[in-house]
Nanobody, 120 residues
Framework: QVQLVESGGGLVQPGGSLRLSCTAS????????MGWHRQAPGKQRELVAD???????NYADFVKGRFTISRDNAKNTVYLQMNSLKPEDTAVYYC??????????????WGKGSLVTVSS
């Protein structure tokens, strides 16, 4: 049974930092890529960042220079270090992971979401 367990959300003041983590289990093949999306109230879900098993990263423009994604392949865990947080970063952050054999099998899984609130 595939599971994505997220942690690290919460309330932080503008300019502050938070670190999200997501641990995957139960995957059949390789987990590639892993990453984070977010959904603010009244808005569509959007990509924040993702990372391949080889360490290649992809960031949305609105987080470049502020957020850093990293991954521990041995622990099947992805991290999102969020610095210089702004009120507009307030959203539910979802972990996403793809179970892939690198050829034809690709299945995406989502975590339940972690609420991040940036407010004074």
């Amino acid at each position: 049974q595939v599971q994505l367990v997220e942690s690290g959300g919460g309330l932080v003041q503008p300019g502050g930092s938070l670190r999200l983590s997501c641990t995957a289990s139960g995957f059949i093949f390789g987990i590639d890529p892993m990453g984070w999306h977010r959904q603010a109230p009244g808005k569509q879900r959007e990509l924040v960042a993702d990372i391949t098993s080889g360490g290649s990263t992809n960031y949305a423009d609105f987080v470049k220079g502020r957020f850093t994604i990293s991954r521990d392949n041995a622990k099947n865990t992805v991290y999102l270090q969020m610095n210089s947080l702004k009120p507009e970063d307030t959203a539910v952050y979802y972990c996403k992971a793809r179970d892939s054999d690198g050829y034809y099998y690709n299945m995406d899984y989502w975590g339940k979401g972690s609420l991040v609130t940036v407010s004074s």
